[in-house]
């Protein structure tokens, strides 16, 4: 059954209905928000549809920014976008941060002309400008409108991202691009793309292009192989002007996120440290660049920046020795190290021989299952096979464009060989992506 959402529109209002695949989403209900408008025929206007769903940090007083979770090119990704904002693992990011989390999700019909959302110039940012005082206001936090934002996109999501660095750099924190990136050169096989004024303000966000390593890096023919090419067109324009940019090759797959989220969390968490203002509603602080270190474009090792003799418009850019080092572990296999425990479970409720409980993701790697014990031994895991066929396994699952499965799975356990009337200790143990558990 379709659920009920507050509806703005960019038009008058019109109450067309919502259309499969499109008209099946999560409630959005405290501390999760929803605005939903309707596309336009009007030139320069957002022609698709699109909802946003916001969700803010219980207890937080006052945001210190927004993280954009955006989906990719396509149908499938869109629908993907509903769930985004529910995933544990990113609010875990956001609530360190005092940030709310976006995820917005265009209903763009099969087969449509992606542009018409990825680029922002298409209507795509004044929605998403108006969306943000209009989510401020829904949900008490009218500083929204006006807070800085750390930007996520996959595929067309990576150029959307991208776009929204060339129109306002001031806004932004940081950017990682996953697969895909905004033209600032002309594309002569893709002329119908319009391409992007690089601002000097831009160069000093810190960037991070994501593509697979199967999407033109060592897969040189199919579908996505022209993205590593897109990617290093834009890297070389980038640093060539001092940005500072990165690049982090996947190298186990194509256009599928993978397990990209558990190096662009820790860099992300790097960059909003490192950014975000001193005092509600200051500019973004300048990044520092006195603990860079660079790497070889397409290599796997990095040094400090003041070790490094290669050439620096080739090399890649990242922030700090902790980074670097996660870099390293990514780029050779994905397996990005971790040895400290997730947050362990809280809220536990048992009513007759089913329980409930709450828990945080651990910011590192996430949430892959909870084990339940009965009298101090293990009796289930929840879910009882995590499943993810782009990565780790989760515990809420994953889809293409990074983000939960539908429908949510829930923190709950019913003990089927529990016996009437006999008495038991419970016990909820949170497990992460790493396999390290909590307390």
């Known amino acids: 059954m379709k659920k009920a959402i507050l509806l703005l529109c960019l038009l008058p209002v019109l109450l067309s209905a919502q259309e499969p695949p499109y008209d099946v989403y999560p409630e959005a209900e405290p501390p999760y928000y929803r605005v939903r408008y309707e596309g336009s025929e009007k030139e320069g206007e957002l022609r698709f549809p699109v909802k946003y769903t916001l969700w803010v940090p219980p207890g937080v007083t006052t945001l210190k920014g927004l993280i954009v979770h955006q989906h990719g090119c396509g149908e499938g990704s869109c629908k993907s976008g509903l769930t985004g904002a529910f995933d544990l693992h990113w609010q875990a990011l956001a609530r360190k941060h005092d940030c709310a989390l976006m995820s917005p999700s265009y ?163 790097t960059c909003l440290t490192a950014r975000l203002p001193d005092s509600d509603g200051g500019p973004l602080r300048s990044m520092p660049k006195d603990g860079a270190w660079l790497a070889p474009l397409l290599e796997t ?7 490094y ?20 572990a990514y780029v050779r296999d994905t397996s990005v190290p971790d040895t400290t425990p997730p947050p362990a479970p809280e809220s536990l ?19 892959g299952h909870f084990l339940i014990e009965r009298d101090g031994e293990v009796i289930a895991s929840v879910p009882e096979e995590p499943k993810n066929p782009f990565g780790r396994p989760l515990f809420q699952g994953l889809q293409y464009s990074d983000t939960p499965l539908q429908p949510l799975v829930e923190m709950k356990f019913t003990d089927e060989s529990a016996e009437a009337g006999k008495e038991y200790s419970y016990r909820v143990i949170s497990v992460n992506t790493a396999g390290l558990q909590s307390e």
């Open 107 to 269: 209903e763009q019909p099969d087969k449509a002309d992606c542009q018409l959302w990825c680029d922002p110039r298409n209507g795509s940012a004044d929605a998403f400008l108006k969306s943000l005082t209009d989510l401020g206001e829904m949900s008490g936090h009218p500083e929204l409108a006006a807070a800085p934002w750390a930007l996520w996109g996959h595929s067309g999501g990576g150029h959307w991202a991208g776009g929204m660095l060339m129109l306002y750099p001031e806004r932004v924190a940081a950017a990682w691009l996953r697969s895909g990136v905004p033209l600032l050169v002309r594309n002569e096989d893709r002329p119908s793309i319009r391409t992007h004024t690089l601002p000097d303000a831009a160069v000093g966000v810190p960037v991070m292009c994501n593509p697979g390593t199967k999407e033109g890096v060592t897969v040189k023919e199919g579908r996505f192989a022209g993205v590593w090419p897109a990617n290093e067109l834009f890297f070389t324009t980038m640093r060539a002007k001092g940005a500072l940019i990165g690049v982090a090759v996947d190298p186990l797959t194509a256009h599928e996120c993978g397990n990209q989220r558990y190096l662009a969390i820790p860099w992300l968490d």
């Open 301 to 307: 090792t990095a040094v400090p920046a003041g070790d």
């Open 309 to 328: 003799e290669g050439s620096l418009e080739q090399s890649v850019w990242l922030p700090d020795e902790e980074t670097a080092k996660r870099w390293m």
């Open 349 to 367: 409720t048992v009513a007759g021989n089913t329980m409930t409980w709450t828990a945080e993701a651990d910011l590192e790697s996430g949430i």
